[in-house]
């Protein structure tokens, strides 16, 4: 089965889509850019879910839900905002369908059915949702309001690649509501905090924080903070990013509540959000040409155990045993699943939970009963072990936690290797001509310099450090001077 | 604050809107028929969603996510799902906005950037589903698909009401393949049968199980099963309901698969259905003229602690007594919350979480303090009574499970003695001018009658019941013979 998947050093793109359509990820539809998120693929997508909207309730926010359509007058409201996304827009104009009279059976739009005002069906949220924070703020006591939302968006992509560009992804997108700007300061950092916890520590996938330059802000921010992964060709990818909107969609759309000195005052606000995006992510950091390598949090099955047997008395023997064991496993909260299709051979089952990156896999045979032993393997570092029967489940559970803490350590490591610190424009070019990862160069500041690196490098801006080291140098590309590193590269 | 609600006496309707937009659970937005739905609405929402989760898992089906739009002619591949849904259709024709040259600052679609074909927001997901099924279904192992979505659907209805009938709604859509034409007979009946479970039990909303005449039947099913609800005013609310589908989808999409003996058959489907609407039914079931009345099981608050006090030494003293007892119902898995605000008086506070619908309220005060008392109020009865300290956790443990029977057996009453057997179509008619409820009458099984019965008295058949007693008699308004009463009613 693994054999099928395109090796990553003969074509990255290529093992990517195929590994994606063939450990049971996603497809594309037969909607253009659409992708259906497969069962499998969406349990992973149920975990990041799960664990993150603990963490946005621990931090105080609440769900709500907006309508998926913005009418064209409130969209335009915010002006940048709606000039980043106009470009991309899916459009509602009709409401009806009628009976076509030319060709039987078939519909047509009902020319008669025509909307008064368009409808865009939301690339992001923050007008709508900025038009009712109007009517649900009055005074300082309403403030701060905390509210996330997990919902569907659109945006009209042209070129487009499962989980990393779609037409239309899910996604969470918090937005919320403050008083003062220091406020809504803090929360903006700590969402990207919030992310980068997650990202880091649920994913096993190592971020750099930092902030974007004016050229890749959000459309209507006045920051974007951001939290960038390095995908093992080298690549970016940006993987969560959270806005200090400043008082632009208040005054937009005349949100104003009395301060405690009955003052009125625009209130401030900030957006956040993550994407199925992450998927793809994940996907790119771990995963190996054997197919997708999961970190234990995100495993919808953690653990597999496939018999191996020649008779049916055999199967039956070791049923018993995988029984009891399976017990032990669920006290544990571990998940596990006993794989015991009597229409497949093992070898093929080994093939097939490797390629949806199952952590650990049990084997167990008519020896290993005899013994009072498993075979335990590693889906990561593709290595076996024979373990005692007798606290085998709690030496998984500790193993699974450290299958967790090495592959982020792993993917540490291929990122702190591929950060390179050049200091001309010639070393610049050479190293991003390779696997480059982050290329870390000083920068005049200028959004031209910054564009015209992009057109002759492809390579973009990804953030501004935070914890970058105060250091005076020259631009890489004009030679003016700039008071620190930034980071470039390639990116999804 | 309850002084504001309008009498469900004096306008049903009225106080159904009122009471949705004042205890926070949804409200009007400014997309025409499209509501927000606010954080305290959401969050019983999630507890629905939670608790039907794990029914459609604990029952073998999987989440995943299709695409939210659908081309137009993969919509009307199924002839009658596509009639069905033609009228309410919201269309995308385009994909990009550009700057009105006219009217500086304004967008207007780009005639340029017209889609090829039109794409339906989709209002039910059986067509891009079954165009997905044709490629996962091969071979009778590939069967059963048991699948399950939540999503927004949208469904462009001339008159909307909150939750009842939205423009864009929130709902879960569950779509099985199976083999054979018993097995997804038997998942439609098994669905149905969750539905009635969850509503029963969770909601405490009593519902009768049947089946749609082929008048009031899904589009594109050969049979609709349902589960009806009664609300307080004599109107019928349709809960949820479960198709099977036959081979029709299979058909329009072409999805066979190969049996055991290696012939090509069709596939049979369901699908089956439950929305936000479930939360319309909720507030018409069991509140009352002072607000919302929640069920425990669905109230994001289950237990309010109003702290009475005329000093902060006071508030301080009745701090430390209930932070201890809050940790005992944090224990006992129960959700509670202080609400210590000093800018609200008790009174205030107490119209505000009658308003809301938390189940259980407990007072205390210096008295309570002094005697090692609380007082504990009921919201369903709002009767009250003094409850020693020692042991009152448990104590309202046991009475939250009391309130969710007693809910359940007072709606219960009211269905009961508000189903009407008549025998003559004046008896029909009249039954029909007060709070009707369900009128068991004898029907000729025409659809002809069943038209003309709807337009003479609105009244609609809302399900042919299934533990329907065997009697003959003669149709209530043609006088033809009948071989069982069904259940009309007014219906949201």
């Known amino acids: 089965m693994s054999k099928n998947l395109t090796k990553r050093e003969e074509d990255y793109s290529k093992w990517y889509n195929e590994l994606v359509v063939k450990a049971d990820l996603a497809e594309n539809s037969g909607v253009r850019g659409c992708m259906v998120i497969k069962p499998y693929g969406y349990a992973i997508w149920e975990k990041m879910q799960a664990e993150l909207d603990r963490m946005f309730k621990e931090t105080g926010h609440s769900n709500a839900y907006f309508p998926l359509f913005v009418p064209k007058s409130m969209f335009e409201a915010e002006e940048k905002n709606a000039e980043g996304f106009a470009k991309e827009c899916a459009i509602v104009t009709h409401y009806r369908l009628k009976n076509d009279e030319d060709k039987p059976g078939k519909l047509m739009v009902d020319p008669n059915a025509k909307l008064e005002e368009e409808l865009i069906v939301r690339p992001t949220s923050e007008a709508i949702i900025w038009s009712t924070y109007k009517n649900w703020v009055q005074s300082y006591r309403d403030l701060p309001l905390l509210i996330n939302q997990w919902a569907n968006v659109v945006r009209w992509e042209m070129r487009t690649r499962l989980f990393l560009r779609t037409a239309e992804f899910l996604w969470q997108e918090g937005h919320t509501a403050h008083a003062t700007k220091q406020e809504a ?214 193993l699974l936690e450290q299958i967790q803490k090495d592959l982020f350590e792993r993917a540490l490591d291929y990122r702190n290797t591929h950060v390179t610190e050049v200091n001309s424009f010639d070393e610049f070019k050479k190293v991003l001509e390779g696997k480059a990862g982050f290329v870390s160069a000083h920068w005049d500041g200028t959004a031209e310099t910054e564009e015209k690196i992009k057109e002759l490098t492809k390579a973009t801006i990804r953030c501004i450090p935070l914890d970058r080291k105060e250091e005076t140098g020259t631009c890489v590309f004009t030679g003016k001077p700039s008071t620190g590193r930034v980071l470039f590269a390639k990116a999804y």
């Not at 669920?330 to 699943?337: N, Q």
């Not at 650990?360 to 570092?381: C, M, Q, S, Y």
Request: proline residues 4%.
């Open 185 to 398: 300061l803090n929360e903006t950092v700590q969402m990207m905090n919030v992310y980068a916890d997650f990202v880091e520590n649920f994913m096993a996938i190592p971020v750099v924080k930092g902030v974007k330059t004016e050229t890749e802000r959000f459309a209507g921010a006045d920051e974007t903070y951001c939290i960038e992964a390095l995908m093992q060709d080298g690549k970016a990818l940006q993987a969560g990013t959270s806005h200090f909107l400043g008082q632009n969609f208040a005054k937009a759309f005349d949100v104003k509540f009395a301060n405690q000195e009955g003052k009125q005052e625009h209130v401030w606000g900030t957006s956040w959000g993550v994407s199925t995006r992450l998927m793809g992510a994940l996907v790119m950091t771990h995963s190996d040409d054997n197919g997708l390598v999961l970190p234990p949090n995100l495993a919808p099955i953690q653990v597999v155990i496939v018999p191996i047997f020649r008779s049916d008395e055999e199967l039956e023997n070791i049923s018993i045993v995988v029984k009891d064991l399976m017990a032990q496993f669920r006290k544990l909260g571990v998940t596990v699943k006993f794989d015991d299709r009597t229409t497949q051979k093992p070898g093929f089952k080994f093939a097939e939970w490797e390629l949806k990156g199952v952590p650990v896999r049990i084997a167990v045979g008519p020896k290993d009963l005899e013994n009072k032993t498993f075979e335990v393997a590693r889906r990561d570092t593709l290595s076996k072990e024979v373990v005692a029967a007798e606290g085998v489940a709690s030496h998984i559970q500790a």
